[in-house]
C-alpha cells in the first residue's frame, strides 16, 4: 500500500491527526478538500451554493481518480462525505490503507460547534443533523477502512501512535 488515508466524520482529527502523521513517517500531506479549494479557486460553501453537493461529490470522485496515478507515499486526509459513493469507496481502499477515525457524537458536536465553514451542517438544529448524518455514514464508513480508531478521549500524538502501530501491518 503506497498512502495512508484518513476517513471519517467532520471533527473525527483527520487533518489534525494526517499532518502531524506524514510529518512523523516522512511522508507528504494533502487534504482532498484542501485541494478541491485550491483547483476551483472558491470555498467550499460556496462551491454548495453555486453548484450543490452533487457537483461537489463529482469533484471529489475527480479527485481521486487523479490521485491513483500521481500520489504516492503521502497521508490523505478526505471530507467527511467522500466514502459515501461506492465508487470513491473502492478508489479510496485503492489509494492505499483506509484508517477510519471515529468519535462519538457529542466530541464531534464539540469540534464543529463554531465551525462556519462545513455546509452540511447548515441550519437548526445542529445536533439533529449531526446525529442523522453520522447514522447515514458509518457503515460506508465501515465499508471503505481497513483499520478503524476512536480519538474520543486521546490527544492527537496518542491517536498517531495508534495509526502507526496500527497500519504496519499494512507496510506503512
Known amino acids: 500500500m503506497k ?3 484518513l476517513i471519517g466524520f467532520m471533527g473525527a482529527g483527520k487533518t489534525t491527526a494526517g499532518k502531524l502523521l506524514a510529518k512523523e513517517k516522512e511522508m507528504g500531506f494533502t487534504d482532498t478538500d484542501e485541494r478541491i479549494v485550491s483547483e476551483q479557486g472558491r470555498e467550499i460553501p460556496d462551491i454548495f451554493a453555486e453548484d450543490g453537493e452533487a457537483y461537489f461529490r463529482d469533484l471529489e470522485t475527480e479527485l481521486l481518480c487523479h490521485m491513483q496515478e500521481d500520489t504516492y507515499h503521502t497521508v490523505i486526509s478526505v471530507g ?3 466514502p459515501v459513493r461506492k465508487q470513491n469507496r473502492e478508489l ?3 489509494l492505499g490503507c483506509v ?7 457529542q466530541t464531534i458536536l464539540e469540534r464543529v460547534k463554531n465551525d462556519g465553514s462545513r455546509p452540511m451542517l447548515d441550519g437548526d438544529d445542529l445536533e439533529a443533523r449531526v446525529k442523522r448524518l453520522m447514522r447515514e455514514r458509518e457503515n460506508f464508513y ?3 477502512a481497513h483499520v478503524m480508531i476512536r480519538t474520543d478521549g486521546r490527544s492527537v ?4 501512535r495508534i495509526i502507526d502501530q496500527e497500519t504496519r ?4
Open 157 to 160: 500524538p496518542q491517536v498517531v
Open 3 to 5: 498512502n495512508l488515508i
Open 80 to 82: 467527511g462525505g467522500m
Open 169 to 172: 501491518k499494512y507496510g506503512l
Open 142 to 144: 465501515r465499508q471503505a
Open 92 to 94: 479510496l481502499r485503492s
Open 99 to 105: 484508517v477510519y477515525l471515529s468519535a462519538s457524537r
